[in-house]
Structures are given as structure tokens and as C-alpha cells.
């Protein structure tokens, strides 16, 4: 059992579980905004793709690591300003 | 430990906080700017790391991303659904383009682990990709939003499936076979068209929220890769926030996940004897100033708004008629199917931006008591979900579904566009009962007629 992250596993199954105590409180009229919100956040892929990008490993991984990047940045750029466009809307 | 870690630490808790944050339409906003600014963290944070040595390709990929996601941030609030599938492809497609680079720059040397990790990032990646792609082609129009099916489509569908694991164990065992591992990223991209096909554009609420499991669980498994625990920890925020939501859709529409992914809805037998039962009876049809008396009369009114509302883009009409109603002193709510749209609280969004207020917008649950109390229920688009089948006739694909109680209502009233049937392709009983009528036409002529007519009313 050689190489098992099991400490990034522990991490995962607690997140899981965090997550579902969390995404339980959410009311369904906050349905759309939490999609849009869980896809900004998870644009925390950046992060990687930044490295990957700006580690010279080769040129093909400085490509993919640009695409990577832009994609990301589109999630995050835009999943956090659509959240908040719709977040504005709801009022009593 | 790197000063980056506390970074990191520092916006996993911000994220969290973030989420909490959407408990409530009161503290949303304030957990977005929570949430904005643990990224911000993030991302300073990560371009100070050790391995970057240069910057053109991520500024370039910074502005870039920058420059299309402000336009994708603007579209309007009927387009949310797609916007919403294509952020899924993309964040898969990050994730399955740092798994290719990963590949190759370690290639023969990865270890079993390792390359498992490389290989399931990657297939899930793919066949997200191309899935939310056609999700938001068929979300857009591109596609023709009906299921496709065809013979054998299962049974094709799950050996690919099958083969496509095999190569991931294969590949675990022999990471330097390239050849492979293309073969396993152009199935995995070709399964995720497969596996749209057969999905309806009405499916679609549990369809994205299940892929918006898939992509937290590719993120997840490049935070695994990378060994970047903060990918780990929003990947399975993301993935289990997808997840719940598909269970929450699925359940409103009758379906489990099987069905869903290879049972193309809406296939349904034509000679069912409910269904001539219900053509055999005629429906009562309507004018303009017919209903305006019905809501004249009407002291409490209840609204049941539906996909057709979104199509219509009567979402602001709709808010014209409550306005007229409330200001005779009428009571007004809205009645929200979990399923009704395109994607969960699809409805909610629409009225909103229409400026109705939240607290008129009502869940299934605690609306359905009321309808009983209710002198008139409005029915702008909704169908399948108003279809009192659900609850009795035990050969209809919607049986046990839960419904909105439409039908208890004293008076109902159905704007329709034509008797065409609805998504699951039966007739819905309501249209057929004692005190049901329809006013046929395109829903926002009708609504601004109505208003109209309101207005000129008592």
C-alpha cells in the first residue's frame, strides 16, 4: 500500500462530509447561486494550472498550463460576479 | 511547511465560511466577498511559489480568462443554466489538461498510485468536459433538446464505460504506453457525448447537478495529484454539493440515478387508457377578460410558475399581474416546484431579477397545504409537475412523483400555448377537471392582456 495519500484522503472524506452539513442548510431558493458559487470556488484549480504554467518542465506543459489557467480564471472571474449579480437580486 | 500552506489554510476557511454564508438570502452576499477573498489568497499566494520561474503564460492565461468570463457573467438570468453547464466543462477541462502535463512530464517513472490518480483525473475530466458541453448545447438550442436513442445504447454506453476503466488499470500497470492513455482520454471525451445523447433538456436539473459532482471530483482528484490539499478540500465541497442536489432532483422528479443516465426519459407507451381517457374529455378554454373576473373575485391567489415562463420570458408579466392583484388587497405567493426550470431554484432566479420579493416564493412543502385556501391557482408553464396522475395512476411514468396540489385549489387556471402534452409526454388530468380552465396563447401576451384588463377592472 505504497504511495496511498492517505492523509489527503482523511481530508477528502471530512471535506465530503463538511459539505453535506453545509449544502443541507442551503435553501432551495439559493439553489442556482450555490451552483454558481460551488463552480467559483472550485476554480481554486488556478492554483495548480498557475504552477504548471510558470514551471518551464516543457513547452507543451507551459500550453496546457496557459489553457488550464484561462479556463480557471473564466470560472472563477465570472462564477463569482454571476453569484453576486443573482445574490443582489433576491429581496424581501 | 511553506508560508503558502497558512495561505491556503487561510482561504479553505473562507471558503467554508463562504458556503455557510448561503444558508440564508440575508448573509449570501456578505459569504461571496468571504468566499472572492480567500481566492485572491489563493492565488497571491501561489504566485510566489518556488517552482515558477516564469509569468508570461499565466498573466496571458489571467487576462485571457479575465477577458471571457466578465461577458460570461453578464448574459441574462434565462441563460443561467447554460453558463452554468459550460463552467463545468471548463473546470474539468482544466483539471484534465493538468493531468495530460503531469503525464507527460513523468511519464514512465509514475508510480501506481500516482499514474491511478493521473488516470481517473483524466477520464473524469474528459467525459466531463464534452457531457456539460452538450448539456449546454441542448440547455442553448444548438441541440435538439428531445432524447436521442437508439438500439443497444446501454448496453454500448456501459462497455465503453467498462473499457475505459480497464485502460486506467491497465495503464496503472504499464504507465509509459502513450498510446493508451490517448486511447483512454479520446473514449473518456467521446463517452461524455454518449452519455447526453439520450438525456432530454427537461432531465437537465438532475443531469448538471450530477455533473457538478463530476467536476468537484475532478478538481478533487488534481488536488490528490498535486497534492494541494485545498484543491482537495473545495473539490469534495463541490462534489458533495453536487451530489445532494442531483439526490434533492431526482427524488422531485421520480427518478434515481440509473434512470436518469441510461434510461432516456420520455419514452411512454401512446396507448395507456389514462391518456385517452384524458384526450375523450374536452378542456374549457378561456378569454382574457373570463380570468380577469376570476382574479378580480379572488382574495388569495397562488402562481405556479414553470419552464414555460422561462421560454416566455413572462417572468416580468407575471410580477405585472401580482402587482394589479396586490394592490386590490389580494394575497399573492409562488409556488416553487424543486424541479420546475432547468436547474434547481431556476424559477426563484427569474423571479427574482423580476423583482419579486423571496418571501412570496414558497417550497413545494409548505405551499401544497394552502392551495386548498387558494380562490384561484395561475399555471404559467408548469405541467408535468401540476398532474394529479402523480398520485393515483399507478401505470404513469410520473407516478409517485411529488406534485404540487394545483387541483385542491377552488379555481384553476392554465396558461398553455397549445394542449401539446408536457415533457413526460402524457396529458395532464388537471386540464380536464370540474373548475380547471385554460387560456390558450403565448404566456406573456396573455399575462400583460391580463394586467391589463385588471387594471381597467373594479
Redesign the interface.
Not at chain 1, 28 to 36: A, I
Not at chain 2, 22 to 25: D, G, I, K, V
Given at each position: 500500500m505504497?504511495?496511498?495519500?492517505i492523509a489527503?484522503l482523511y481530508?477528502?472524506?471530512l471535506?465530503?462530509?463538511?459539505?453535506?452539513q453545509?449544502?443541507?442548510?442551503?435553501?432551495?431558493?439559493?439553489?442556482?447561486?450555490?451552483?454558481?458559487?460551488?463552480?467559483?470556488?472550485?476554480?481554486?484549480?488556478?492554483?495548480?494550472?498557475?504552477?504548471?504554467?510558470?514551471?518551464?518542465?516543457?513547452t507543451?506543459?507551459?500550453?496546457?498550463?496557459?489553457?488550464?489557467?484561462?479556463?480557471?480564471?473564466?470560472?472563477?472571474?465570472?462564477?463569482?460576479?454571476?453569484?453576486?449579480?443573482?445574490?443582489?437580486?433576491?429581496?424581501? | 511547511m511553506s508560508i503558502l500552506q497558512f495561505f491556503?489554510l487561510l482561504?479553505a476557511a473562507l471558503?467554508?465560511l463562504?458556503?455557510?454564508g448561503?444558508?440564508?438570502?440575508e448573509t449570501?452576499?456578505r459569504g461571496?466577498n468571504l468566499?472572492?477573498l480567500?481566492?485572491l489568497v489563493?492565488?497571491v499566494?501561489?504566485?510566489f511559489?518556488h517552482?515558477?520561474?516564469?509569468?508570461y503564460?499565466?498573466i496571458?492565461?489571467?487576462i485571457?480568462?479575465?477577458a471571457?468570463?466578465?461577458p460570461?457573467?453578464?448574459?441574462p438570468?434565462t441563460a443561467?443554466p447554460q453558463?452554468?453547464a459550460l463552467?463545468?466543462a471548463?473546470?474539468a477541462?482544466?483539471?484534465c489538461?493538468?493531468g495530460?502535463?503531469?503525464y507527460?512530464?513523468h511519464g514512465v517513472q509514475l508510480?501506481?498510485?500516482?499514474m491511478a490518480i493521473i488516470g481517473v483525473e483524466v477520464m473524469l475530466g474528459a467525459l466531463t468536459t464534452t457531457g456539460s458541453l452538450m448539456a449546454a448545447a441542448k440547455l442553448q438550442g444548438l441541440l435538439p433538446g428531445r432524447p436521442i436513442t437508439y438500439r443497444f445504447q446501454n448496453v454500448s454506453n456501459i462497455s465503453l464505460l467498462a473499457a475505459l476503466a480497464g485502460l486506467v488499470v491497465y495503464l496503472t500497470l504499464h504507465p509509459g504506453d502513450i498510446r493508451m492513455f490517448y486511447l483512454l482520454l479520446g473514449g473518456s471525451f467521446l463517452f461524455g457525448i454518449l452519455l447526453l445523447i439520450p438525456i432530454g433538456a427537461a432531465d437537465m436539473p438532475c443531469v448538471?447537478?450530477l455533473l457538478?459532482s463530476y467536476?468537484?471530483l475532478t478538481?478533487?482528484a488534481?488536488?490528490?495529484m498535486?497534492?494541494?490539499?485545498?484543491?482537495?478540500?473545495?473539490?469534495?465541497?463541490?462534489?458533495?454539493?453536487?451530489f445532494?442536489?442531483s439526490v434533492?432532483m431526482s427524488r422531485a422528479m421520480n427518478r434515481n440515478f440509473i434512470n436518469i443516465l441510461f434510461g432516456a426519459f420520455g419514452k411512454v407507451e401512446e396507448s395507456s387508457v389514462e391518456v385517452l381517457e384524458v384526450k375523450k374529455k374536452s378542456v374549457k378554454s378561456l378569454k382574457v377578460e373570463e380570468v380577469s373576473k376570476f382574479l378580480n373575485e379572488a382574495r388569495s391567489v397562488i402562481i405556479v410558475p414553470g419552464y414555460g415562463m422561462a421560454a416566455a420570458q413572462a417572468q416580468h408579466a407575471v410580477r405585472d399581474v401580482a402587482d394589479k392583484l396586490k394592490t386590490r388587497g389580494a394575497k399573492v405567493r409562488y409556488a416553487?416546484h424543486?424541479v420546475a426550470g432547468r436547474?434547481?431554484?431556476?424559477m426563484?432566479?427569474l423571479l427574482?431579477?423580476a423583482?419579486v420579493?423571496?418571501?412570496e416564493?414558497i417550497?413545494m412543502e409548505e405551499i401544497n397545504p394552502e392551495f386548498s385556501q387558494a380562490d384561484v391557482a395561475l399555471v404559467v408553464g408548469a405541467n408535468d409537475v401540476t398532474n394529479p396522475a402523480a398520485r393515483h395512476v399507478k401505470s404513469s411514468p410520473i407516478y409517485g412523483m411529488p406534485i404540487l396540489d394545483v387541483d385542491k385549489a377552488k379555481k384553476v387556471v392554465v396558461l398553455k400555448r397549445s394542449m401539446a402534452p408536457g415533457f413526460a409526454g402524457i396529458d395532464n388530468e388537471l386540464y380536464v377537471l370540474e373548475h380547471t380552465w385554460m387560456l390558450f396563447g403565448d404566456a406573456k401576451d396573455s399575462l400583460t392582456q391580463l394586467a391589463g384588463t385588471l387594471q381597467n377592472g373594479t
Open positions: 505504497e504511495g496511498i495519500p489527503e481530508i477528502f472524506l471535506a465530503a462530509f463538511l459539505g453535506y453545509l449544502i443541507s442548510r442551503v435553501p432551495p431558493l439559493l439553489h442556482t447561486p450555490l451552483m454558481s458559487a460551488t463552480n467559483a470556488i472550485s476554480g481554486i484549480s488556478l492554483v495548480g494550472s498557475i504552477v504548471v504554467a510558470g514551471a518551464n518542465y516543457s507543451l506543459s507551459n500550453v496546457l498550463g496557459f489553457l488550464a489557467v484561462t479556463c480557471s480564471t473564466i470560472n472563477v472571474v465570472g462564477g463569482f460576479l454571476i453569484t453576486d449579480r443573482i445574490l443582489k437580486m433576491f429581496k424581501k | 491556503y482561504s471558503f467554508i463562504g458556503i455557510r448561503l444558508s440564508s438570502p449570501a452576499r461571496m468566499a472572492s480567500g481566492m489563493a492565488v499566494g501561489t504566485l511559489h517552482e515558477i520561474v516564469n509569468y503564460w499565466i496571458g492565461g489571467l485571457l480568462g479575465t471571457i468570463g466578465i460570461l457573467s453578464m448574459i438570468m443561467v453558463r452554468t463552467s463545468h471548463g473546470g477541462l482544466a483539471a489538461l493538468i495530460i502535463s503531469e507527460y512530464r508510480g501506481t498510485t500516482h448538471i447537478t457538478n467536476a468537484g478538481d478533487a488534481m488536488g490528490f498535486l497534492a494541494n490539499r485545498i484543491q482537495i478540500i473545495t473539490g469534495s465541497l463541490d462534489g458533495s454539493s453536487g445532494i442536489l434533492l416553487i424543486p436547474m434547481p431554484g431556476h426563484n432566479v427574482a431579477e423583482n420579493p423571496y418571501t416564493l417550497d
